[in-house]
């Protein structure tokens, strides 16, 4: 008599908790062998979201898949359970916490079945919670990420970031910075606070170490003030305030900072002389949403205006630094407004999930410049749901 899923679960649970930090690969072979797979491999996403690599024993192993064109692309793109061949059969499933997308669980199967997705989605579920809390204590799967040599800077601003993805019946937020390893002085981040969201988005000044230290500066500034309770205009006031002690008025961070809350879906933003944000309602471009510029953080002044917009179920509000629509391609063309809001209103009318819009958008601002992007690009979208 097979054992029964409760059963499984508890033995794989029992298994993997013993499973040093040091030593994921054993996890995802375990999950592998309570599927009754014949192999059982994690690829890792990597830090541009354009290729996917095996992880191995101390990074990755072997030649990584891009994203496009793959099955186990396709996996991680849309985050439906691929299966391709009979006797044996290879199978990928999208790995994510909630949403954050951490790679794809991929499988060689002797005879794959739809009596094993009962199995699969649980486990699945216990191989994320394993992974997640495991790899705060091993370099391993930051090793896998990295397709390309990460910069001193980079590698600060990555360790600055949140989750790239957060989703609640009520909200999505989704950010990626570009490019993914040489960053630069452009940051984000957010908090999912009792019924609201938080959130800004930060480019400063310059290039290299000297922005990434201001970014640091900024968004840690911008933390403390919100765990303290501080309100929008205490917070801008006092990380312009640090910002200036730290650096000399020479120097700054333009921001927007905002707020949803997320029953009535008032949105309230304060635009520290940064690029207005787009507004996609209905899956058709509304604009931009106009907000009167205070100055940017580290120069001085009081708060200009803080904008209010109330969303409507389905709004997406696209946040994003200059570095995108700058981003030139050889001919001299911009990317543009245009060509950004064009390509948001098709995600929204090809249903994309806002983490795959992210990931989309940021891979046109790279491929319109054919080369290596002379500035950070960084977007923030936020996705306001039904309360």
């Known amino acids: 008599m097979n054992p029964r899923p409760a059963e499984v679960l508890l ?4 298994q993997m908790v013993a499973v040093p930090a040091s030593d ?3 996890a995802v072979r375990l999950a592998g062998d309570a599927l009754g797979a014949s192999d059982a491999r994690l690829l890792v996403a990597d830090y541009g979201l354009t290729a996917l690599q095996e992880l191995g024993k101390d990074g990755p192993v072997n030649v990584f898949q891009p994203i496009e064109g793959t099955s186990a692309g396709r996996c991680f793109a849309r985050g439906d359970v691929v299966v391709s061949g009979e006797e044996p059969s290879t199978v990928w499933v999208l790995l994510a916490d909630g949403t954050e997308r951490l790679g794809v669980f991929e499988l060689t199967h002797p005879s ?3 009596e094993l997705q009962s ?3 649980p486990i699945v579920r216990l191989l994320v919670l394993v992974l997640i809390s495991k790899r705060r204590y091993t370099d391993v799967m930051l090793r896998s990420r990295r397709a390309a040599p990460l910069s001193l800077a980079a590698e600060m601003q990555w360790d ?3 989750p790239l993805t957060c989703s609640t019946e009520q909200v999505s937020l989704s950010g990626t910075v570009q490019p993914a390893y040489s960053i630069g002085g452009d940051s ?3 908090a999912l606070n009792p019924n609201r969201a938080e959130f800004a988005i930060v480019d400063a000044v310059g290039h290299g170490m000297g922005a990434v230290s201001i970014a640091v500066v900024a968004i840690n500034s911008l933390r403390n003030a919100r ?3 501080a309100n929008m205009e205490t917070a801008y006031l006092s990380t312009g305030d640090a910002i200036s002690a730290q650096f000399g008025q020479s120097n700054f961070a333009t921001a927007q900072l905002g707020s949803l809350a997320l029953d009535t879906g008032e949105l309230t933003w304060l635009n520290a002389g940064h690029p207005l944000p787009l507004l996609v309602r209905n899956r058709s471009f509304v604009g931009e949403l106009q907000c009167r510029p205070s100055m940017p953080m580290g120069l001085g002044g009081p708060v200009t205006e803080v904008a209010t917009e109330v969303l409507q179920p389905g709004d997406r509000v696209l946040f994003y630094t200059d570095g995108v629509v700058e981003s030139t391609a050889p001919n001299g063309q911009e990317f543009g407004i245009d060509r950004l809001a064009d390509l948001l ?3 929204a009318l090809d249903e994309v999930s806002p983490a795959e819009t992210v990931r989309r958008l940021a891979e046109a601002t790279v491929a319109h410049t054919a080369t290596d992007l002379r500035d950070d690009a960084t977007l923030l979208l936020v996705e306001y749901h039904q309360p």
């Open 11 to 14: 033995t794989l649970l029992d």
């Open 24 to 26: 994921l690969i054993s």
């Open 112 to 114: 794959w079945s739809d």
């Open 119 to 121: 199995l699969l989605d």
């Open 160 to 162: 600055l970031l949140p």
């Open 188 to 190: 984000f981040d957010y």
């Open 227 to 229: 765990r303290e309770g």
């Open 345 to 347: 209103t098709r995600a």
